[in-house]
């Protein structure tokens, strides 16, 4: 004999649910199957918590929106940073060759550049310029840019090196390029760290 729909229980009335509410979790007998929360008091506190995670994110997306272009700059430039130094993970440090530098506050390598960025802002970003180096050669010797010259020399050849040390057009990076580059380059890093540990 077949029940008539109205004879039917609803089929989420059959299984229990846990609560949405974190600090509650009971489980409980929903009485349809939009029911997340098993009293009215947990469907308030689920409701503020989501409430405090949306302005979160407006928040967050409200900071993200007020940068500055230098401050979009800095963090282009770490993530640049650090794709070289993944990028160049297996090789010693540019200048001195040295693969076991001594440890010291924030890290033993740095993300050194042949010319610099202060003279020669046009190379800021640009992956010939740059090297893994070891904090020694890159903040105590001041780049110690002949042995850089030589260990560049040795890695790219003649022609880049020439290219690297020649003239070069001003870049003018306005805000939305610099987030495409370091979204870019965090990307790469990214990849590169998960290569390198694999």
């Known amino acids: 004999m077949s029940m008539s729909l109205s004879q039917r229980k609803p089929l989420a009335a ?9 600090e509650c979790s009971e489980w409980f007998r929903p009485p349809n199957s939009l029911a997340f929360a098993c009293s009215p008091k947990c ?10 995670k949306e302005q979160r994110q407006k928040d967050k997306e409200t900071r993200k929106a007020l940068k500055t ?6 963090e282009t430039q770490t993530a640049f940073n ?3 130094r993944e990028r160049d993970a297996d090789r ?7 693969t076991n530098p001594m440890t010291s506050r924030g890290g033993s390598w ?3 550049h042949y010319r610099s960025t202060g003279a020669n802002p046009e190379l800021r970003f640009e992956p010939l310029n740059a090297a893994k180096q070891c904090k020694r ?12 010259r030589i260990g560049l020399r ?28 370091r979204d870019y380059y965090r990307r790469e890093a990214r990849r590169l760290k998960k290569e390198n540990r694999s």
């Open 14 to 22: 059959k299984r229990k649910k846990k609560c949405r509410n974190p």
């Open 43 to 52: 469907a308030l506190d689920i409701g503020r918590v989501e409430a405090k």
């Open 69 to 74: 272009r230098s401050e979009v700059q800095r």
């Open 82 to 84: 650090a794709w070289v």
């Open 92 to 98: 010693p440090c540019i200048s001195c060759g040295t």
């Open 110 to 112: 740095d993300c050194g």
């Open 137 to 148: 050669c890159n903040s105590y010797l001041s780049g110690n840019v002949v042995n850089f």
């Open 154 to 181: 040795a890695r790219i050849g003649d022609a880049a090196l020439a290219w690297v040390e020649g003239a070069h057009d001003a870049k003018h990076y306005g805000k939305q390029d610099l987030i495409e580059l």
